[in-house]
């Protein structure tokens, strides 16, 4: 019997031993390809030697200082590195612990930044159905996973959601994309207006939806048409790329591929890269100087923001991933492993849909592929698929449809920058091993 919680009595699941390169070893010595980097976590796998040697030499010097007492380099050195490869507007780096935190940070400041403007009506946050923000009452409360939300609906502050960019099931029978990215654009300008546009605070979206609905990227031309809405409105738009970010998508940041910049921008998972615990939130010279000109700090904190053994970690994933130049790597290897998984399942009568940008992929799974019906939730094939994926030696991200149809169950891939040519066979052998498994 266990006490750690949560651990279901009859889990099945292996204890982790040790980690190396892309894999990861159980007690019984049994490997495991980790395809999907944990949770997109895991992006420069699990023995990279400098960022061992960074947080070892970290520890032994500095340990932790309270950011309330005192400034550490690590923390400094990580933000000016951040802010150097950041989208132009971004100047300011608040160091936090992993991506939920990161978010509760960004509300906060776009509330108090238009406070200290004097536009104290500014309270209504705009997010996407089907999202997910992270689990702590601020961000659960953003993020639109009905599923996630449903326990704790009495607890959550009252924020709108508008569709998500899915062209996979959104798009309609004659509409070019171009045409769907300005519609589905046109729900965050109707919300606002609905709202009342001096009312509404900020507008919240993953660049590339991770977590529910599976490595979803916008169309061409969404988010410069909701940057456009944005400011027409005075709305901060805040990003979200706690898993998507950090090189994963084949640029160091994710609103890179669509040259938006936003005014707040949220990172975690890849910073870290399962090192240590991390996140970030950066925002624009603009946002900053109104706390700076106005009260003077922001209203907010947390024990370790800033912690320098996080920080160090941090600075040597980062200048690994930059001095390796590891986003163009992923733009290579992201292409083969398209190529891979549409060779393998193109023809596949129950995958609707192969997507992704970098190494950041997703596979659809329905009943019907020419309906998109999804399967029945009761067959339950993303847990057989994760079960049959880790018999198998692969660890991967399967989720499971919602019970309204609006969509399948799915598989999100997000290996580590370092997967080779041969390693991206394994994982496609054993993904398509694992989910012939699930629907026999
Ligand atoms: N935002 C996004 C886009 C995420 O994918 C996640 C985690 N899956 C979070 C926020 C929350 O991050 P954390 O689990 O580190 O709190």
């Known amino acids: 019997m266990s006490h750690i919680f949560p651990r279901h009595s009859k889990s099945t699941l292996p204890m982790a031993a040790s980690g190396e390169g892309c894999y990861l070893i159980d007690t019984n010595g049994k490997r495991y390809f980790d395809g999907s980097g944990g949770a997109a976590v895991s992006c420069l796998g699990h023995s990279n030697a400098r960022v061992i040697k960074a947080i070892q030499d970290q520890v032994q010097t500095l340990a932790f200082a309270h950011t309330g007492f005192m400034h550490s380099q690590p923390a400094e050195q ?31 400041l776009s509330r108090q930044a238009h406070l200290e403007r004097g536009q104290s009506a500014r309270k209504h946050i705009i997010a996407r159905q089907q999202s997910y923000h992270g689990n702590t009452l601020g961000a659960l409360a953003t993020g639109g996973n009905a599923w996630r939300r449903a326990q704790f609906d009495p607890l959550l502050i009252n924020i709108s959601h508008i569709s998500p960019c899915y062209e996979y099931i959104l798009r309609q029978d004659g509409e070019t994309a171009a045409q769907y990215a300005l519609r589905a654009a046109q729900e965050l300008e109707d919300e606002i207006l609905r709202l009342g546009p001096d009312t509404v605070m900020a507008f919240v979206a993953e660049p590339v939806v991770g977590a529910t609905l599976g490595a979803v990227p916008a169309v061409a031309g969404y988010f410069k048409r909701i940057r456009e809405i944005c400011d027409l409105y005075g709305v901060h738009l805040i990003l979200d790329e706690v898993m998507c970010g950090m090189g994963r998508t084949g640029h160091l940041f994710a609103c890179d591929h669509d040259a938006v910049a936003p005014d707040i921008l949220t990172i975690a998972k890849g910073l870290g890269a399962g090192y240590q615990p991390i996140g970030a939130m950066l925002c624009s010279a603009e946002i900053y100087s109104a706390i700076e000109t106005g009260t003077g700090f922001f209203q907010h904190g947390h024990t370790y923001v800033g912690h320098p053994v996080a920080a160090a970690a941090a600075l040597a994933v980062v200048s690994e991933i930059i001095e390796n130049d590891l986003p163009r790597r992923v733009q290579a290897m992201g292409a083969k492993l398209h190529t891979a998984l549409v060779a393998e399942f193109g023809d596949h009568p129950h995958i609707g ?14 009943k019907d592929r020419t309906t998109k019906t999804p399967f029945d939730p009761a067959r339950g094939i993303a847990g057989r698929i994760k079960k049959h994926a880790l018999e198998a030696g692969l660890i991967c991200y399967p989720m499971p449809g919602t019970r309204d149809g609006q969509r399948g169950d799915h598989v999100l891939l997000a290996p580590p920058f370092i997967i080779s040519d041969t390693q991206i066979d394994e994982v496609v052998t054993k993904l398509s091993h694992a989910i012939g498994a699930a629907l026999a």
């Not at 933000?79 to 992993?98: E, F, T």
């Open 353 to 366: 849909d192969i997507r992704g940008r970098g190494l950041f992929a997703g596979i659809e799974l329905v």
């Open 78 to 108: 990580l933000a000016d590195l951040l802010i150097k490869h950041a989208p132009a507007p971004l100047d300011r780096v608040y160091l936090v612990s992993g991506g939920s935190e990161a978010i509760e940070a960004a509300l906060k």
